[in-house]
């Protein structure tokens, strides 16, 4: 069976399509993939002409077609899925986490959806239908039958992580848009998706051309905000949701990869949580990683796993920026809102565990525009942020209802989603507005000049962040001029991203 994947987001990676993808061709089918990067996002953006011409061109022969995508891109699956049914009657499957969250509204425009982790279904299905057998029952699928909708349950989760190939990177099966083009994806394109600003890291002065992998899926967390917490839900709160791959197979893919491409000079490891491991998976990753890669890497991880002995294997065997979700040091908000588990002790024993190695280099992420946050929760937070030791980066996003999840409900039920289509679906990756709370956010901006240069004592921040002060300069008739130094402020965030303590 011929299958292409269309990946409508700005991202070029999809790790997981990649694997799926390799996974298909491995037991038998062709699988290509067709990047489809929109100049930007906007729920009215259709792609020209051209782009659809040679997207028939590619697809014209395929017996299915598989859109994989996340909330911001659903207007770019809709006019590709209108497209492909009015030109070829192709079925078309929706996947990834909005399909696997809005299973049913994504059958408006979808002939199938896959819901959460897809290899094995999708095998089941293609083989299915290779064989002409009913495929109506395949599990982890919900599909159309007439006017009504099959309601599939899912598979349980894959234990052994190693029974799947690496991801797929071959020319001859990828295609990109290029202006208004779409190419295959040559050796020279390839290596400039690539490239990534050091300042995404922590470092503005260099340049890197960094490789994404996974060493483990799932996250043991159920933060109400997230697309884990819709998968959580949707596997039951299965045991064991955190499943790791075993050491030789993660540094095997790795071994492959950097003879493909010798120009790759950072490893990104974008587990959930790397650190969620026994200290004796630690111990041999870095053993092996070390004597057989030897790049500087980074992960994400949360402070809970966090030790000294982890710390100093990987510090050895090449890490040099971390990053861990903060999101926001209100205890109302975690424990209410949010639903995660956050001890601000033992975030900042994290940070000074961290910290006592001067090659690793910190970012912390927090979420701003809550609209369940009041001025209390936003004082927690700015003073939190600054008492935390230098240096490090700050990764800020808005927040996002997104749809499945909890705490979309949750909004839905207290009327805080106003307009759905510029609120979710229209906004740009979780970006934050600088028209809203705009002296809190200037204080943010506050805290990261004061720590590089050291101009602003704790006693005078406190009176800025008071809740009095607040209430104050945050109101409509204060927030424009705000808003203007922050306008200011943009041309110079650059430089000031970093935050560092000034010898």
Known sequence: MKIVFIDPTESTINYGLRVM????????????????????????????????NDLYEIIKDADIVGLSFVTYFVSQAKFITKFIHEKSGIPVIWGGIHATSQPEESLEYADFVCL???EEAMLTLLNKMNEGEDYTTTRNFFLKNNENIIKNDVLPLSRNLDKYPFPMYDTNREYIRVDDRIINKNPDITRDLFKVSGNFFGFPDREFHTYITLGSRGCRHHCTYCGNNTLNKLYHNETGIVRHRSCEHLISELEFMLNKFPYVDLIQFFDDDFFCSSIEYVREFAKQYKARIHLPFRCNFTPSFVNEKKIALLADAGLIT??????????????????????KKEFLNAVYTINKHKEIYSNYD????????????????LRFLAKLPAPFKLNIFSMTFFPGSELYDYAKKEEMIKDEIEEIYNKANCKYYEDRDSYIKFLIFLIRVSKRINFMPYTLFKILSSENTMKVLNSIYCQWF?????????????KMARVEIKN
Do not use: C, W
């Not at 927090?366 to 937070?381: A, G």
């Open 116 to 118: 959460g982790e897809g």
């Open 482 to 494: 705000f808003r203007f130094l922050l306008k200011i402020k943009a041309r110079i965030r650059y």
């Open 366 to 381: 927090i979420i701003l525009d809550n609209p369940f946050e009041n001025y209390k929760d936003n004082k927690e937070t």
């Open 322 to 343: 971390i990053e861990m979700g903060l999101q926001t040091a209100s205890e109302r908000t975690n424990k209410e809102i949010f639903k995660r588990s956050f001890e």
């Open 21 to 52: 993808a390799s996974y298909l061709n491995k037991n038998g089918h062709n699988a290509s993939i067709v990047f489809l990067p929109p100049p930007k996002i906007n729920y009215y953006y259709n792609y020209p002409e051209s782009v659809y």
